[in-house]
């Protein structure tokens, strides 16, 4: 049937695949914060998943970059494609494929589906004139502009630019776009992003110039070496080179069996256009499946501005995690800033959430009952769940909570399903301020009894907060299983849970 197959169908998301004009910043950590909380939930639900990420090496910006420098840029590539690699790991990012377009491998699969779109009949050569924004490596509409014909987006002046250039044919696809939008409702992610698309589509596409004559870091095109392919072009493909990589002979077709279309692209709200128009006309052209959705986030602001590599208004994701680790960081972003809209970030707001819900609300309650069940029992797990679970609303509302926040994460509602967890935590210390076990353990007889079984309880409610935050906050939830006697293998091992009951 059709849901066995997409059982066994990988669960495929990707991140932009990250200019390596500059070193990470906390925006570029955000996507990937966020599509790596997304890639741990779908493990949890059962889900093979393939998490790719990556840097996009080619282009003007680039090549820019390394000369100010004074590296070539290679080495500019090597070292800063390694920055990101380091920041993942200190941001414990579960990525399973790190993919770099300047690898032969990725040249290879972009060669290939060059050829095919052109014989296909959807390349050709023109004479294009234009205004040009560097840092978005993109031609730009006038009206699209600010006064001095500046970018709004980086705020410089575009550039006046002639080349003789290959296009591709979007023009072409414009009709099948506008069905794949109509009949998959949830191709573009959120809705008003779906809007945003769909205005542009209505002012009719126009073909775009796929390779650059003044350019020389980048792919040569097949057919003329004195041209190089348009960064965006090649960058996209990385997302299916990755899927090869592994391969010795890449190849498109070793690429699809692998798990393409990708199940979600995450991408901010910058390069929408890219993904969701451009795209799914390339893959057309070659006659690949399109992505299956493509989720445009909002911006991190500092002042209202986008935080940026070209505006240099950063916050230093390096400076966040020494300084706080890794979970609070991951925990406030994706808590605080409602996914798909922009978020402000203050340092005042972040130690107050992050001590609010994780020390306080979490940490506190295994703290108070782990307190009580050394002092007054012998085990660390006195009685069987099940049995202390009977008819107790406390579990009700437990299992209530998960399940929510299982539906919030599958639509990706991130901030909503931290809530949810949360909320565990808060009906946690109710129920034990209600109960007040530690006065039933002093008398003694039944009442010691009922106290035990309320410690089960919550114990067993921890271990659920442990599994169901475990997308946002890994290392402290590996730490809450340990406190609570289990191992790391079964905390790894741990599938999403519905309801109270043992391991
Ligand atoms: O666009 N807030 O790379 P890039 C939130 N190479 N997210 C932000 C952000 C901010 N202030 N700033 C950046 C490129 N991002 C291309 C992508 S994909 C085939 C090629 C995130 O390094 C956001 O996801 O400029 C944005 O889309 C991405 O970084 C752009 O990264």
Request: hydrophobic share 35%.
């Amino acid at each position: 049937t059709s849901s066995k197959k997409e059982d066994k169908e990988p669960y495929v998301i990707t991140t932009p695949l990250y200019y390596v004009n500059a070193p990470p910043h906390m925006g570029s950590a955000y996507s990937t914060i966020a599509a790596d909380s997304i890639a741990r939930f779908q493990r949890l639900m059962g889900k093979k998943v393939i998490f790719i990420t990556g840097t996009d090496e080619h282009g003007e910006k680039i090549a820019t970059a390394a000369a100010a420098c004074g590296s070539s840029p290679n080495d500019h590539c090597d070292a800063i494609s390694q920055s990101y690699r380091s920041l993942w790991k200190d941001l414990d990012i579960s990525y399973d494929k790190f993919i770099r377009t300047t690898d032969p491998k990725h040249e290879a699969i972009v060669e290939e589906f060059y050829s095919k779109v052109l014989a296909n009949g959807d390349i050709y050569r023109a004479d294009y004139e234009g205004l040009y924004c560097v840092s978005c490596e993109e031609y730009k509409d006038e009206k699209e502009l600010l006064e001095n014909n500046c970018c709004p987006m980086h705020l410089k002046p575009c550039v006046s630019r002639k080349e003789d250039n290959y296009f591709f044919a979007l023009s072409k696809y414009q009709k099948r776009l506008e069905e794949i939008l109509e009949q998959n409702p949830d191709f573009v992610q959120p809705v008003y992003r779906l809007n945003e698309v769909q205005n542009w589509m209505k002012s009719g596409l126009r073909d775009f110039s796929i390779s650059r004559a003044s350019v020389d870091w980048g792919i040569r095109v097949p057919s003329d070496p004195k041209q190089t392919i348009y960064v965006w072009f090649d960058a996209l493909l990385g997302y299916i080179s990755a899927l090869s990589q592994d391969q010795e002979q890449p190849s498109l077709q070793t690429a699809i069996s692998s798990g393409w279309p990708a199940s979600l692209h995450l991408i901010g709200k910058d390069i929408l256009r890219f993904h969701a128009v451009y795209w799914p006309a390339m893959l057309m052209s070659a006659g690949l499946s399109v992505p299956k959705t493509v989720f445009g986030h909002g911006f991190l602001t500092k002042d209202g501005m986008k935080m940026g590599k070209s505006l240099g208004n950063t916050l230093e994701p390096n400076e966040l995690v020494q300084r706080f680790g890794p979970d609070a960081v991951r925990y406030f972003f994706l808590r605080e800033v409602e996914f798909g809209n922009d978020g402000d970030y203050s340092e005042e707001r972040f130690i107050n959430i992050v001590n609010a819900h994780l020390a306080n609300t979490i940490g506190n309650l295994l703290n108070r009952t782990l307190g009580l069940l050394k002092k007054n029992c012998q085990s660390t797990l006195v009685a069987d769940s099940s049995v202390a679970a009977e008819g107790n609303d406390f579990k009700d509302t437990v299992e209530k909570l998960v399940e929510k926040s299982k539906l919030q994460y599958e639509s990706l509602l991130l901030s909503s399903a931290c809530e949810s967890v949360l909320e565990i935590g808060t009906a946690g210390n109710l129920y034990i301020d209600g109960r007040a076990p530690w006065s039933l353990f002093k008398q003694g007889g039944a009442s010691f009894d009922s106290a035990a079984k309320d410690l089960v309880l919550i114990l067993e409610a921890m271990r659920i907060i442990a599994v169901a935050l475990s997308p946002v906050t890994p290392k402290l939830c590996l730490s809450i299983y340990r406190q609570l006697g289990y191992t790391e293998e079964q905390f790894n091992a741990a599938t999403w849970v519905f309801s109270v009951s043992r391991h």
